[in-house]
């Protein structure tokens, strides 16, 4: 199994948002998340993805507790799965050429910095994303953002996709692109593991659905 949530909880300062909750993820396999606004689908998404730490319970990846991992494993862990946040989450004081070089810099520190700029070009031109890279978030509108977002999540080849409402602020033709580059990542035996609301996406990508109501998943 790649991923098993057991028994997770997570609580802020005054609520407690993910209230116990269970499910195993399959290599390979799509794995929806959805439900109403502030439901806890999102911050369930960041517990499996290593981002939030559980107040209770633990994720494991490959049978590997992900907050007991040692560097090298973490970094491993960290090379294989990339998250594409639903407000970008682009570096604000970089430019999108810097914003991208970071993850080759990390994952493949003996990669040339043409080899890095030659990747990032090709990265660009796959999600249609043709400004300027000395540009910086700022400049950008909020669907070019999420284009540089994908291209970043996808530049080290990446075994498994989380996805934050991942098509919102995209035109149709931007989605569409998306959609083109997540069939083909699912295709080739990837997972993805996404939060949706969108009913037409979670149609055009199926797989394993799991409805939060409140914290708990929903029966």
Known sequence: MLFEVENVEFQSRTT???????????????????????????????????????????????????????DAMNLEFRRKCSFVFQDSALWANQDIQQNLNLPLQTHNPKMKAKERLERIREMCEIVKYDRPLNLRPADLS?????????????????????????????????????MDLLQKFRNDGKTIIYVSHSSSFIAALPGKIHVIEEGLLSE
């Open 16 to 70: 407690k948002i993910v209230k116990g909750i269970s499910l195993q993820i399959e290599q390979g396999s799509v794995t929806g998340l959805t439900g109403k606004s502030g439901c806890g689908k999102s911050t369930l998404l960041k517990l499996i993805a290593g981002i939030y730490v559980p107040s209770s319970g633990r994720v494991l990846y490959n049978g590997n507790d992900i907050q007991t991992m040692g």
């Open 142 to 178: 909020m669907g070019e953002q999420k284009k540089v977002a994908f291209a970043r999540a996808l530049i080290n080849n990446p075994e498994v996709l989380f996805l934050d409402e991942c098509t919102e602020s995209l035109d149709r033709k931007g989605g569409a692109v998306i």
